[in-house]
């Protein structure tokens, strides 16, 4: 079958139109054969020296693709047709090599669609088909690996300044144009650093043009190309970074206020070209240019965050207006991590100043001289304070929380000394206050990464600002007891127990009993109890409370050990010898108390 198969391609490539046609159609035939694929997968995989390879084929293909243009440039009434002709052969070959893993080069079958596109005698139908190929072609990973360093940068320019100055067999095809730049530039930039100061002015001027507010998709390729070009250039490029997003801010917090509730994709690749931006910025959160912040216009840029903080309230505040039916109903933003950690960063550079308030337009982009302007609050603790205390068990509260979490976590020093108490005050009333398990996830997390930030500042803290907090933190400790044994409450509450433990907190003997109640051990439980044996002694001769309130007494020499080993190591007290795993751990253990 091989042997009719290479006669086959012998003849595709023949001077006759009629005998390559009937070649190209037979071949399709011979490929559907299942025995012939095996044999060409193995020829081509073990790469055996004079025979049919999928290689040797495609190459037979590519003069094909010649050989019939040429013959058709003269025809005028069947001309689409033999191109489409062409194409629905090419494109049947590829699926064929492809249907049981890539078998062919990536880079031969990117070079031969480039060729044919780039050719201006071919840029009408078969122009626009094969540039569909291509797009397939692009999104196949092992392809990817094997084009080089150089047709990756000609895929770029050549669809780059076809979307500068579009030819008029692609006037329609704009979508597939930048999904071709979209994967151009994600492919190059993991094989090199993709550079050039023509990319910056391109997104700049295309990002302009093309935002109208109603073709999303298409902004939406760019920016998803935007962020991979940025991820790869910044490390080398970090100024034409930071001047390209201060050009682009205002434009994209205008895509940002348009956004269609359920084009989540779209604002992922905002959040995260504006995250980009904060770390060329600000990296590692920095604030001043000693510290390592840049930007090419300081009060520019500044006007840029203080924008985007208000747009992140304002999407946190449109939460409340979606309604929670029932209290079954479990809470859930919808928010992304992407946006949590992006206002953590927002609201660390925007807190430092402390500034109260920021004169901005209510049409923020607006030149018109009548614009009308707002005060809003920009930098106040007492605002994070504030929404805590004054918002309902809601979205809002929940979005808070996540975000406070976050920024304690990432920006430990972003808190002024003074506002640990106040905050620490704050969360245990709201641990205290609410019943949602949701919520009080949330609190807890936020205590816990609040506690974490505690810890690194301690010793930077004056012991008027850390006695009244410790006296706060006992009072969270035996809130968080309360939570343990709960379904979907007890690893985290076990977090912040042992969180809590690291800080040297002095808990009541009492306390202990709580691991009991917890349930089979899980890693946190076991977490809790190996810190809380670091740094206290085992309460032997605790009463521990049933769950049912009764007092369960303690009998025996170290009951508390016994019933450690018991929690840890349970033995079926039915089955003879039950007691004998214990006896022999207790008596192991005996002469450390």
């Known amino acids: ?55 040797i084929i495609f190459k037979k293909v590519e003069l094909f693709v010649e050989l019939e243009l040429d013959s058709i440039g003269q025809l005028t009434a069947t001309l689409k047709k033999r191109q489409q002709d062409i194409v629905t052969f090419v494109r049947a070959f590829l699926k064929k090599a492809d249907e049981r893993g890539p078998r062919l080069k990536g880079q031969d079958v990117v070079a031969h669609l480039m060729k ?33 360093v150089k047709t990756w940068q000609d895929l770029i320019d050549t669809f780059v300044s076809f ?14 144009v930048a999904n071709i730049i979209l994967l151009s530039i994600e492919g190059a930039a993991a094989s090199y650093t993709v550079k050039g100061t023509k990319l910056f002015k391109f997104f700049e001027k295309v990002l302009t043009k093309t935002w109208n ?3 999303f998709l298409l902004v939406e390729y760019f920016l998803a190309a935007l962020n991979a070009f940025v991820k790869s250039c910044a490390e080398d490029c970090r100024g034409q970074v930071c001047q ?43 604030h001043e240019d000693e510290q390592g912040s840049w930007s090419s216009s300081v009060i520019h840029w500044k006007k840029c965050l203080h924008r985007l903080y208000e747009t992140i309230l304002a999407d946190i505040d449109q939460l409340k207006n979606k309604v929670v039916r029932a209290s079954s109903t479990k809470l859930d933003s919808g928010l992304t991590s992407q946006f949590l950690e992006l206002a953590a960063d927002v ?32 930098g106040s603790w007492e605002v994070c304070r504030d929404s805590l205390e004054n918002s309902p068990e809601n979205l809002v509260l929940l979005t808070w929380l996540q975000i406070l979490a976050s920024l304690f976590s990432k920006h430990p020093s972003s808190i002024p000394a003074t506002e640990f108490n106040p905050f620490f005050s704050m969360l245990h009333q709201l641990q205290t206050r609410h019943k949602r398990h949701e919520t009080i996830l949330s609190v807890l997390r936020c205590i816990e990464a609040l506690v974490h930030c505690f ?18 933190l006992k009072q969270i400790w035996l809130s968080a007891l309360r939570v343990i044994g709960i379904k979907h409450l007890t690893d985290c509450g076990f977090f912040l127990l042992t969180t809590l433990l690291k800080e040297h907190l002095q808990p009541d003997p009492d306390a202990f009993c709580v691991i009991f109640g917890s349930g089979i051990p899980s890693r946190t439980s076991v977490e809790f109890l190996a810190t809380y044996l670091q740094f206290h002694p085992l309460p032997e001769n605790v009463q521990s409370v049933s769950p049912v309130g009764f007092t369960v007494l303690s009998k025996g020499s170290f009951p508390s050990r016994h019933r450690l080993l018991k929690w840890i190591l349970p033995v079926d007290e039915e089955s003879d010898g039950t007691n004998e795993v214990l006896t022999f751990w207790a008596g192991k253990t005996a002469w450390r108390y």
């Not at 997003?245 to 940002?256: D, I, K, N, S, T």
Request: charged share 20%; hydrophobic share 35%; glycine share 4%.
């Open 213 to 215: 507010g109603s073709n």
């Open 455 to 472: 810890s690194k500042r301690r010793q930077q803290l004056d012991s008027l600002v850390i006695d009244p907090i410790n006296l706060t």
């Open 116 to 148: 044919i596109i780039k050719e201006p005698r071919h840029n009408c139908h078969i122009g626009v088909e094969y540039c569909k190929l291509l797009k397939n072609v692009l999104s196949v990973p092992v392809y990817q690996c094997d084009v080089t």
């Open 244 to 286: 390209l997003g201060e050009a682009l801010f205002p434009l994209l917090l205008q895509m940002w206020k348009k956004i269609q509730p359920g084009n989540s994709t779209f604002k992922d690749h905002l959040i995260q070209f504006m995250r980009l931006q904060i770390c060329a910025h600000h990296p590692l959160g920095a």
């Open 163 to 176: 979307m500068e100055q579009m030819p008029l067999w692609l006037s329609n095809k704009q979508q597939l």
């Open 1 to 55: 079958m091989s042997g009719e198969l290479s006669n086959l391609c012998l003849s595709l490539v023949s001077e006759k139109v009629t005998e390559r046609r009937s070649a190209a159609s037979k071949i399709l035939i011979q490929l559907g054969i299942p025995n012939v694929l095996n044999i060409l997968d193995e020829n081509t995989d073990s790469r055996r020296k004079k025979a049919l390879t999928w290689d």
């Open 347 to 378: 609201f660390h550079q925007v807190f430092w100043g402390q500034t109260t308030y920021h004169s901005v337009s209510s049409n923020q982009d607006s030149t018109e001289p009548g614009a009308k302007r707002q005060k809003i609050d920009i």
